[in-house]
């Protein structure tokens, strides 16, 4: 895309660029200008979902299916050819967390309100958010019950499911755990560049920047991780996702496949990026954005309370959130979500209150919430204003 400024032509390259861009040039803000053959005109490679409400889990994964058939399958015919396999799976460690069976206990970070993460290899609970770690008990500290089970998969989970299914092929995990020591990242790399091994596990931070002939199939465990998310983003954060990863199976000579496992096989957003369907996927998202008054139609502004003490955050939001009440009144079409507790009500023992405002009228809505909090302190919290924010967590 072409900014196109009184004295600059900045040129914005982007497959997939940002719903914001992509608006801007439908308002005339930015020229369009289209490129319609990939580099070296090579072809995109086949991708095809595989529906995950069809396939049956293995009785130990409690309903979570990691290598559907179609994928072991792929897998298989993809090693007997002597080609390279990525594996993606957007969690690190062993299961998102671990239940008790007795009292439903989830392990909650004493300081989060999240789940804490069952790291197998090195017996730990880890939290995610802060850090705070403690061994992975035998026993419930609630109830004593002693069937304690780690539920769902992440990376470490699925290194030992493909050892176990593919015992003669040699594995990597690329993840911030196994790349912590200084140079690791690079010999895991050049150990996968090399052929010394077949498949490469890894998350987020392999799905882009690598080059690797030889891989022709690449495969995502689970789409549905980001579009679960309490975020009006999630569509558009998988779409970029799934093209990323798609773009990057089968750039040497020989043609790639991506396999997608998914439980929403027909989400537009996952449908489009099947087929690099960037416009359609704009005009479903769009159409999304405009039905609910989410930006880039409206300006967003979130106000974020956080403090050690739960009323006091709670209060300050409250009074807050009625002035703002006042404020906002004479702008047509906009509107307040909250003051409630953010989606991560709490981190590192801090409580997080939130409040989200929306309106078609940008400049109109600075000001009110100026009015509101410039120079104004709240007693116990900080406040924290965020315009257009990229995350609403
Ligand atoms: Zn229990
Ligand atoms: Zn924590």
């Known amino acids: 895309m072409r900014k196109a400024t009184a004295r600059t032509n900045r040129i914005l390259g982007s497959a997939t660029p940002s719903l914001e861009s992509r608006e801007n040039a439908a308002r005339g803000k930015y020229t369009l200008l289209r490129m319609t053959h990939r580099v070296e005109s090579r072809p995109l490679p086949d991708a095809d979902v595989i529906d995950l409400r069809r396939e049956r889990a293995e ?9 559907s058939h179609p994928l072991k399958a792929a897998l298989q015919e993809t090693f007997a050819a002597g080609e390279q396999a990525i594996i993606l799976i957007n969690r690190r ?16 970070c004493r300081d989060c309100s999240v789940t804490m993460t069952v790291h197998r290899r090195s017996g730990l609970l880890i939290c995610h958010y802060c850090g705070s770690r403690k061994t992975i008990p035998a026993k419930c500290p609630l109830c004593s019950g002693e069937v304690l089970q780690p539920i769902g ?3 470490e989970k699925v290194e030992e499911r493909f050892k176990r299914d593919f015992p003669s092929i040699a594995v990597d995990v690329l993840d911030r755990d196994s790349t912590r020591k200084k140079g690791a990242l690079v010999r895991i790399l050049d150990r996968f560049r090399s052929g010394k091994t077949q498949a490469l596990i890894g998350t987020q931070m392999l799905s882009k920047g690598h080059h690797f002939p030889n891989v022709t199939l690449t495969a995502v465990l689970s789409a549905d991780s980001i579009l679960g998310y309490p975020d009006f983003r999630s569509a558009e954060k998988t779409f970029y996702l799934l093209t990323q990863v798609a773009g990057r199976a089968g750039r040497g000579e020989r043609r790639g496949r991506v396999l997608i496992q998914t439980a929403f096989p027909t989400h537009y957003a996952i449908q489009h990026a099947l087929r690099h369907d960037y416009e359609s996927f704009y005009e479903s998202e769009i159409q999304f954005r ?17 403090g050690a003490n739960a009323t006091g955050v709670e ?29 991560l009500s709490r981190i590192k023992g801090v409580y997080r209150f ?5 309106s078609p009228h940008r400049v109109a809505l600075r000001r009110a919430v100026e009015g509101v909090m410039g120079g104004r302190r709240w007693r116990g919290a900080d406040v924290a204003i965020d315009v257009d924010p990229i995350n609403i967590l």
């Open 354 to 358: 939130q409040i989200l405002l929306r």
């Open 153 to 155: 998969f992440g990376t």
């Open 59 to 67: 009785k130990e994964d409690r309903g979570f299916v990691i290598f």
């Open 290 to 306: 405009r039905t609910f008054h989410y930006p880039p139609v409206t300006s967003m502004i979130a106000i974020l309370f956080r």
């Open 93 to 108: 460690g062993y299961a998102p967390y671990l239940l008790c069976r007795e009292c439903g206990n989830d392990f909650r």
């Open 315 to 343: 209060r300050a939001a409250s009074s807050c959130g009625r002035m703002l009440e006042e404020a906002i009144a004479p702008l047509a079409g906009t509107r307040m979500q909250g003051p409630a507790p953010a989606p």
